[in-house]
Nanobody, 127 residues
Framework: QVQLVESGGGLVQAGGSLRLSCAAS????????MGWFRQAPGKEREFVAT????????SYADSVKGRFTISRDNDKNMVYLQMNSLRPENTAVYYC????????????????????WGQGTQVTVSS
């Protein structure tokens, strides 16, 4: 069982930045590909970014490329999402997720590939 706890959300003005963090329990963190998803009110949960087990490979949703950066620290069991140039349409609850049983170069973008989810952290971007 893996427990994921997100933090770092909040209220920010358009054009501002936030850094989300996700702390994972367990001693096998480097066996999990990690991802960030988000869900806005009335919308489906959607993919934002993912990072491979070692951190060597990443993938992003087109809407956040060049503005968001995913990273991880396997020594600290942490994954991060640096969000710059935020827009009101980025307002959502952001979820951290872990996918097990994948090879190192795998960067999963599909929700169904993830096995564990955090409770989410609210990000609100005002115009």
């Amino acid at each position: 069982q893996v427990q994921l706890v997100e933090s770092g959300g909040g209220l920010v003005q358009a054009g501002g930045s936030l850094r989300l963090s996700c702390a994972a329990s367990g001693r096998t963190f480097n066996r999990y590909a990690m991802g960030w998803f988000r869900q806005a009110p009335g919308k489906e949960r959607e993919f934002v970014a993912t990072i491979s087990r070692s951190g060597s490979w990443t993938s992003y949703a087109d809407s956040v490329k060049g503005r968001f950066t995913i990273s991880r620290d396997n020594d600290k069991n942490m994954v991060y999402l640096q969000m710059n140039s935020l827009r009101p349409e980025n307002t959502a609850v952001y979820y951290c997720a872990a996918a097990i049983g994948l090879t190192d170069y795998h960067v999963p973008v599909l929700r169904r590939l993830y096995d564990y989810w955090g409770q989410g952290t609210q990000v609100t971007v005002s115009s």
